[in-house]
């Protein structure tokens, strides 16, 4: 299936409303998870599926439910994009609404800019200890714990990428130096204490759309996009050249289930994953 039918497929499931897959008042995680559950078919996933796939960000049928995604997950207390108590903190979901707001808008939004200056002087980059006296929302353990969450920082600097250098703030390009510097630490893909061990399961295996777990072709595009050179990502260089295969291409070989529209099967040639591939390798 060709890139136009798979998005012309996503319309076809869109609401009358605006929106995806929506949670039912009557589900227990209903408001607070309202466009974020089920994964991967809920009105969220769905805009981040779109944007990886390169729909024309002017497109209308966008508009509105982004704007009413931004207005429902903001939390004017903190200026930050929340699930409610859950996670509190959560920088995943901060760096895909960025990402969107930028993919789609054309720099950040108001709200946006605030979830930005909040992460700076928030976010963590510990690495198997506390490197810095842990704070208020060290409690979250899922993203603050001894390791800061991985997936957190890689969010955050897929958003920061997506704003135009114009509208780079000082302390958002601070804290995307921050976040580069914590993914080279990592060589993009493997633990720092045991260089030759992957650091999160099946992260090496290549994989499209990233919602919020990514794959480590997507950090090297991300890293590529930001004109990032250095021999810390040499391995996962070399990694992403072993897994082409002899006709050009690179095959998908990890599906994410659920989703509103399948954008290819395991095992076989994907030109989603071919195309960042040769991008990153400038091929």
Same mark, same amino acid.
């Given at each position: ?104 808008? @054309?720099?950040? !939004?108001? #709200?946006?800019?605030? =979830? %930005? ?5 928030? /976010?963590?980059? +510990? ?99 930001? @004109?990032?050179? !250095?021999? #810390?990502?040499?391995? =996962? %260089? ?5 897994? /082409?295969?002899? +006709? ?36």
């Amino acid at each position: 299936m060709n890139k136009q039918a798979i998005i012309n497929k996503i319309f076809e499931a869109q609401g009358e409303n605006g929106f995806w897959k929506m949670l039912p008042p009557s589900d227990k995680h209903y408001p607070s998870c309202l466009h974020y559950a089920p994964n991967f078919k809920a009105t969220l996933w769905t805009l981040l599926l779109l944007a990886d796939l390169g729909l024309d960000p002017n497109d209308e049928r966008v508009k509105k439910p982004l704007s009413e995604l931004q207005c429902h997950f903001f939390d004017p207390k903190f200026g930050i994009y929340t699930l409610k108590e859950d996670h509190f903190p959560i920088p995943c979901l901060n760096g895909n609404l960025i990402y969107l707001d930028c993919y789609f808008n @054309g720099k950040p !939004s108001a #709200k946006s800019q605030q =979830a %930005l200056a909040f992460f700076h002087k928030y /976010q963590r980059f +510990d690495d198997g200890k506390y490197e810095t006296p842990p704070n208020g929302f060290c409690n979250n353990k899922s993203c603050y714990g001894k390791h800061t969450c991985y997936w957190g920082v890689v969010k955050l600097l897929k958003g920061i990428s997506f704003i135009p250098q114009e509208y780079r703030a000082p302390n958002t390009t601070d804290l995307l130096n921050r976040c580069i510097q914590f993914v080279l630490l990592h060589k993009v893909c493997f633990s720092s204490h045991k260089p030759d061990k992957i650091m999160i399961p099946k992260m090496d295996l290549l994989t499209f759309p990233n919602m919020y777990k990514s794959d480590f072709l997507e950090i090297l595009w991300l890293l590529k996009r930001e @004109g990032v050179v !250095s021999d #810390k990502i040499d391995t =996962a %260089l070399e990694l992403l050249k072993s897994k /082409q295969h002899e +006709d050009g291409s690179w095959h998908l070989e990890r599906q994410v289930h659920n989703m509103v529209a399948s954008v290819g099967e395991v095992g076989k040639p994907n030109q989603f994953v071919t195309e960042r591939a040769r991008e990153v390798l400038e091929l």
